[in-house]
């Protein structure tokens, strides 16, 4: 169980963590005055995503009176209970490893600077629109930066543990026991050293597969200059 919630988890988090990732780069990559600083404000999530602190933090946001709830009452909507619904409680705490789209952003933002103007400049003479300048230039060249982001968002979201260890402790009702968390509570709290020693090895091929089906298929949507 543990091993297909991991799995449904990565695979909401991480396209929804790039798309994100991409969209923001794109935003910060425009010229507006003091944009240096908005690039600092939004890197700190991935500094910081992953802390207990910021873990703490999040439980309390969420919460039965937290302040999430707590402004859907100004709203005059009902709150919800992010923390004790289990399928809420998925997306609460997935929420949270979305928010850690700081890394990728800075290296989407560094591609996107290498891109040539003439490019575009030739793009929109032979009257092609934003949405085609995006995909036919835009994403063709920033692929290999994607193919590596999504492996690295990958290998990431299988070693989620720290926010649902302090934000749910797994629960409720096993919704978000990752194995990174299973792992643990098997080899340091009930001691099945073996167990949790062939769940990582479990873990491990299930990474490498994914990264090699990932790599064997890149060669179809990944594009590069020579």
């Known amino acids: 169980k543990s091993l297909r919630l991991t799995l449904l988890f990565t695979l909401i988090s991480v396209p929804m963590k790039i798309i994100f990732a991409l969209f923001v780069a794109m935003l910060l990559n425009m010229k507006i005055r003091g944009i240096n600083f908005f690039r600092t404000v939004y890197y700190l999530p ?22 999430v709830n707590r402004f859907l009452a100004l709203l005059g909507l009902n709150g919800v209970d992010w923390l004790g619904n289990p399928s809420m409680a998925l997306f609460t705490v997935s929420l949270l490893v979305v928010w850690q789209f700081g890394s990728s952003m800075l290296i989407f933002a560094s591609g996107l600077k290498q ?24 994403l063709p060249t920033l692929s290999p930066i994607i193919l590596f982001n999504l492996i690295m968002q990958l290998i990431s979201g ?52 994914l990264t090699g089906i990932i790599f064997k298929t890149s060669s179809y949507w990944t594009f590069y200059e020579n």
């Open 46 to 67: 991935s500094i910081m995503g992953g802390s207990v602190a910021v873990s703490i933090l999040w439980r309390f946001m969420f919460m039965r009176e937290g302040i």
């Open 158 to 209: 299988f070693m989620t543990f720290t926010q649902a260890q302090v934000i749910t402790q797994g629960g409720p009702n096993y919704a978000t026991h990752y194995i990174a968390l299973d792992i643990f509570t098997n080899g340091f709290t009930f001691f099945r050293m073996g167990y949790a020693c062939a769940e990582s090895w479990v873990m491990l091929i299930i990474m490498a597969t």
């Open 115 to 138: 891109i040539p103007k003439d490019y575009y400049e030739a793009a929109e003479i032979d009257g092609a629109g934003t949405f085609r300048r995006f995909f036919s230039i835009t």
